[in-house]
């Protein structure tokens, strides 16, 4: 059975920065650079906003591991950035396996959020989602390893660094919440293929299947070699129910090629495919998956 995995390291000194750019076993990841944009998680889902507030406690600016606020789920945390250039550290502990839902929202229509998510140990590549000055962005994230992991709140108008607006001030105000999801994860059976759409490009789709033997398969996306190309620049993870164990993260099937693709001979048991977008310009989201015997 594969066990290559995502290998880049994704934090430099401070140890958050790496984190504008996901990186990940392809060949070719570019950055994430941040666009004007909002997102709408598709399930329409809410928070449970009868939790009460943490207020988070300065410093947290991730200027070492430790210069951060611990936090247990559910999450609910009122912030702000609180001066031109400020972020927001938290570290939460997280189950392999476990899909939350995730909502920034601007308090008040001065911060415009942007949220990076990052397995603390380097290991398992990052997600980033942003959204428009004054308003809400949600967006789902599958932990494919259990542990810690680091939440970065900052203003989306300040990333990346190099091109700062230097946003910040007392009215910056957001509340970040975790809550149990809604997304339907899709059963497949192999050999399949299928067509798909995300909700946002800011939002993963979840597929499941099992074997009731060992297998050797083929797991590819197509989304810009499509005939009507899509926008998406996919990045695939299969994840090992059964033995609760994160098996492989494709970004680039080849060089020069956006497409996702990861091969092998797996177990019996019961698996967890998760296709994301990398593309912080995407718009057209459909894509193909097809899951074939080698």
Same mark, same amino acid.
């Given at each position: 059975?594969?066990?290559?995995?995502?290998?880049? @390291?994704?934090?430099?000194?401070?140890?958050?920065?790496?984190?504008?750019?996901?990186?990940?076993?392809?060949?070719?990841?570019?950055?994430?650079?941040?666009?004007?944009?909002?997102?709408? &998680?598709?399930?329409?889902?809410?928070?449970?906003?009868?939790? @009460?507030?943490?207020? %988070?406690? %300065?410093?947290?600016?991730? +200027?070492?591991?430790? +210069?951060?606020?611990?936090?247990?789920?559910?999450?609910?945390?009122?912030?702000?950035?609180?001066? =031109?250039?400020?972020?927001?550290?938290?570290?939460?502990?997280?189950?392999?396996?476990?899909?939350?839902?995730?909502?920034? %929202? =601007?308090?008040?229509?001065?911060?415009?959020?942007?949220?990076?998510?990052?397995?603390?140990?380097?290991?398992?590549? @990052? &997600?980033?989602?942003?959204?428009? @000055?004054?308003?809400?962005?949600?967006? *789902? *994230?599958?932990?494919?390893? &259990?542990?810690?992991? *680091?939440?970065?709140?900052?203003? %989306?108008?300040?990333?990346?660094?190099?091109?700062?607006?230097?946003?910040?001030?007392?009215?910056?105000?957001?509340?970040?919440?975790?809550?149990a999801p809604t997304i339907n994860v899709s059963e497949v059976s192999i050999p399949q293929r299928l067509s798909a759409t995300l909700?946002?490009?800011?939002?993963?789709?979840?597929?499941?299947?099992?074997?009731?033997?060992?297998?050797?398969?083929?797991?590819?996306?197509?989304?810009?070699?499509?005939?009507?190309?899509?926008?998406?620049?996919?990045?695939?993870?299969?994840?090992?129910?059964?033995?609760?164990?994160?098996?492989?993260?494709?970004?680039?099937? =080849?060089?020069?090629?956006?497409?996702?693709?990861?091969t092998g001979l797996l177990p019996a048991g019961e698996y967890r495919v998760v296709i994301d977008n990398i593309n912080p310009s995407?718009?057209?989201?459909?894509?193909?998956?097809?899951?074939?015997?080698?």
């Amino acid at each position: 059975m594969f066990r290559k995995r995502c290998s880049a @390291p994704l934090f430099m000194a401070p140890f958050w920065m790496g984190l504008v750019a996901p990186a990940c076993s392809g060949s070719d990841s570019q950055p994430n650079q941040a666009a004007d944009a909002s997102s709408a &998680s598709p399930d329409g889902a809410s928070p449970d906003a009868a939790l @009460p507030l943490t207020e %988070e406690s %300065e410093p947290n600016n991730g +200027d070492s591991v430790t +210069d951060l606020n611990e936090l247990t789920l559910p999450v609910a945390v009122h912030g702000a950035i609180g001066e =031109a250039d400020d972020l927001d550290v938290f570290a939460v502990d997280l189950v392999a396996g476990e899909l939350l839902l995730w909502t920034l %929202e =601007a308090q008040g229509g001065e911060h415009a959020p942007h949220l990076a998510i990052a397995e603390a140990s380097n290991a398992a590549p @990052p &997600s980033v989602g942003f959204a428009n @000055p004054g308003s809400t962005l949600q967006m *789902h *994230h599958f932990a494919l390893k &259990s542990g810690r992991h *680091h939440f970065i709140v900052r203003d %989306e108008r300040n990333v990346p660094a190099a091109s700062s607006a230097h946003e910040g001030g007392p009215a910056n105000q957001y509340q970040l919440r975790s809550s149990a999801p809604t997304i339907n994860v899709s059963e497949v059976s192999i050999p399949q293929r299928l067509s798909a759409t995300l909700g946002s490009r800011f939002d993963p789709v979840v597929m499941s299947f099992t074997l009731s033997q060992e297998t050797d398969i083929k797991i590819e996306v197509t989304a810009t070699r499509l005939a009507a190309p899509s926008d998406i620049d996919s990045r695939l993870s299969l994840f090992y129910v059964t033995g609760n164990d994160w098996l492989i993260t494709n970004d680039d099937l =080849a060089q020069g090629q956006s497409d996702s693709m990861v091969t092998g001979l797996l177990p019996a048991g019961e698996y967890r495919v998760v296709i994301d977008n990398i593309n912080p310009s995407a718009a057209n989201l459909d894509f193909e998956v097809d899951f074939a015997l080698q």
